[in-house]
């Protein structure tokens, strides 16, 4: 008595002879160098859309006030401020401290402020 045939093994498929997915298509008569890019996409950086006059922030004051919660305050600053507050008397204190040093503070300070 013969043993049952056995199933057929999964096998890979045979291997192509042609052009990989992979690989760019050969370029077509009269066509220029190889494109990098989808159409549509610019290939070069776009100068920053807004113009410089040399101006930028140095002093920043945050204030987050849940309904509800206690306020808080932070004021830093480029010259190296960087204070906390909470608390609602302490936050206005804080909030006026900072309108205060950024008519002090040495990066804001130009001539033409001290001038005028």
């Known amino acids: 008595m013969n043993p049952p045939p056995r199933p057929r093994l999964k096998s890979l498929p045979a291997t192509s002879t042609g052009p990989s997915t992979a690989e760019p298509a050969p370029a077509g008569p009269g066509s220029g160098a190889p494109k990098n890019v989808a159409e549509g996409v610019p290939s070069s950086v776009r100068p920053a859309p807004h113009t410089t006059d040399s101006r930028y922030p140095v ?5 987050t006030a849940p309904r509800g919660a206690l306020p808080t305050a932070t004021s830093t600053c480029q010259c190296g401020r ?3 507050a909470t608390g609602h008397r302490k936050t206005l204190a804080l909030i006026e401290d900072h309108t205060t040093h950024r008519t002090h503070c040495p990066l804001l ?3 033409e402020r001290n001038a005028s």
């Open 59 to 63: 002093a920043w004051l945050t204030i």
């Open 82 to 84: 960087n204070l906390f």
């Open 109 to 111: 300070t130009t001539e």
